[in-house]
């Protein structure tokens, strides 16, 4: 104790270059020591100190220290103070632009801790009278301290004011910097939004603005849906920006904002429709993905279209039958399997949340995507078993669909054990091009059904497993004979009068002698034995 108070003394002494440089050199557990918040206020002081230094060295180390202040010591007084004595330092009219970069800095590490700030109009003056220099580095630097500051500043109408006026500045480091204040502060403010969203299409539109820029600002437009006026304005932009701006980036930026607005105003959208024609529907904007999706010659155009269906079927309560079989007609005719991966991601949402609607299609799509089961890609595979299985497993309440998913159920799991079969073969002649694991679509998809129809799948498929497993002594079978073997013990506990009944099959694994295998065997009869 007596040499920490020592050290204390020493620490926090008169001689503030000497001090300040013994604090940053110590280790975290020796900065740890200073914890109340006593100890707040005097580490407090020697930063200020380092603040009013004519030594540059002292003043970025003091800056670059302010962090590990906040951390230390989180409480509003200590936090409070820290901020003034920067903001303060900040507006100082002979303080280099690095010096503001480091505050900057400060303000991005710190910036959970600003809602303990107490006196917020006073800081964010501070800052906001850097926008009146004459320095447009020193302004840009500004605007991103209040950028970052936006969970406290959003609601000052006079930061609003400066950064629109900012906008007009011919410095593109300024303009790019205003963009950025602009996007975060209308995430969290209506007031600013709504004049955002009145002046946006007059900026875009302007001859003078560059195209980057324009770009930078449509992505601004995601952010404006608050009420139902701003996100009609918005969307009316989006579409205007579509039809005037056909080049790439400007396409899938304005399909980017549309899809936002569209998720996340979801019961805006539906309330307001009836009152105003102007708003698009879903199902319209469902058709101007699509339309790209398939006319779009642009490989990144359709990829974002898709992305796009993606992410309306994972928000979106339902979405319209006619999009179900506009995605089974394009994963039927397209050949790339990376479209065809996009498309049974969004037919996976889409059979979790509508599963009912798929029965439509059993004849012809359904049946078509069966044949996804024997692609060479495994991601294919998978997520073809998943879909399939989130259809057999729902609950249906017409008897004749319950028998026509029977006989679907059966069908399926007599495929998947080809398959497993098929795969087993092709390990043998070194032309597999995956493994299949314990944790593999396949695998859950045939304990799920099984369990959905014991009675009907169970005895056939259990059979089959075990001959599976049984029919070879290849040792780089090993892991996936494994799955198989898991998959087995996962059902034994409910089925082990079916797997006892192989006794011959169980003597062949076991005189097989692999040690995957026979983990499982073992795991298999330990189940059966309870």
């Known amino acids: 104790n007596n040499n920490n108070n020592n050290n204390n003394n020493f620490i926090f002494g008169t001689n503030s270059t000497s001090s300040l440089s013994l604090l940053l050199s110590l280790g975290n557990e020796d900065q740890n020591r200073f914890t109340t918040s006593y100890d707040g206020q005097r580490l407090l002081i020697e930063l200020n100190k380092g603040l009013s230094s004519i030594n540059a060295t002292d003043q970025f180390q003091a800056i670059l220290y302010f962090p590990r202040l906040i951390v230390l010591h989180p409480y509003p007084l200590i936090v409070n103070s820290a901020f003034l004595k ?291 890609k495994i991601k294919l595979v998978e997520y073809t078993a998943n879909i399939l299985c989130n259809i057999i497993c729902s609950n249906y309440s017409d008897q004749n669909q319950n028998q026509i998913i029977l006989n679907f159920a059966i069908n399926i799991t007599n495929k998947i054990c080809e398959i497993l079969q098929i795969h087993l073969i092709e390990i043998d002649r070194n032309c597999s091009g995956f493994t299949i694991t314990k944790n593999n679509f396949l695998m859950s998809t045939l304990k799920k059904i099984i369990f959905k129809f014991p009675e009907q799948c169970a005895p056939n498929c259990i059979n089959k497993l075990m001959q599976i497993l049984s029919s070879s002594l290849i040792e780089k079978q090993n892991q996936s004979k494994f799955a198989i073997a898991h998959c087995l013990s996962m059902l034994a506990a409910r089925f082990k009068h079916l797997i006892l009944q192989n006794e011959q099959l169980i003597d062949k694994l076991i005189d097989q002698n692999q040690s995957n295998v026979l983990t499982a065997v073992s795991l298999i009869l330990i189940v059966c034995a309870c």
């Open 86 to 376: 920067l903001a303060e330092f900040y507006r100082s009219s002979n303080k280099s632009n690095l010096l503001r970069y480091l505050i900057l800095r400060v303000v991005e590490q710190s910036s959970k801790h600003l809602k303990k700030l107490l006196n917020i109009d006073e800081i964010l003056t501070y800052f906001n009278t850097c926008l009146q220099s004459n320095d447009p580095i020193a302004r840009a630097l500004t605007l991103r301290v209040l950028g970052t500051m936006d969970s406290i500043a959003y609601e000052n109408i006079t930061i609003h004011h400066s950064i629109l006026k900012c906008f007009n500045s011919q410095n593109e480091l300024e303009i790019e910097a205003a963009i950025f204040a602009m996007e975060r502060i209308c995430k969290r403010s209506t007031i600013f939004a709504q004049t955002l969203v009145e002046k946006l299409p007059l900026l875009i539109q302007k001859i003078e603005t560059k195209l980057v820029t324009k770009l930078k600002l449509l992505r601004v437009v995601s952010h404006m849906r608050f009420n139902k006026q701003m996100i009609a304005q918005a969307r009316q932009l989006c579409f205007l920006v579509l039809d005037s701006y056909p080049a790439t980036s400007f396409v899938i930026t304005a399909l980017d904002a549309l899809t936002q607005l569209e998720s996340a105003a979801t019961w805006q959208i539906r309330s307001f429709a009836h009152e105003n024609q102007n708003l698009i529907q879903p199902k319209t904007l469902l058709s101007i993905l699509f339309e790209r999706l398939e006319n779009d010659s642009r490989l990144a155009v359709r990829l974002k279209a898709l992305k796009s269906i993606k992410f309306l079927a994972k928000t979106s309560p339902t979405l319209p039958d006619f999009s179900i079989n506009q995605l089974f007609s394009i994963l039927h005719k397209t050949p790339s399997a990376v479209f065809k991966l996009e498309i049974l991601k969004i037919l996976r949402y889409l059979s979790i949340s509508q599963p009912l609607k798929f029965m439509k299609y059993y004849e012809s799509d359904l049946k078509q995507l069966e044949l996804l089961l024997f692609h060479s």
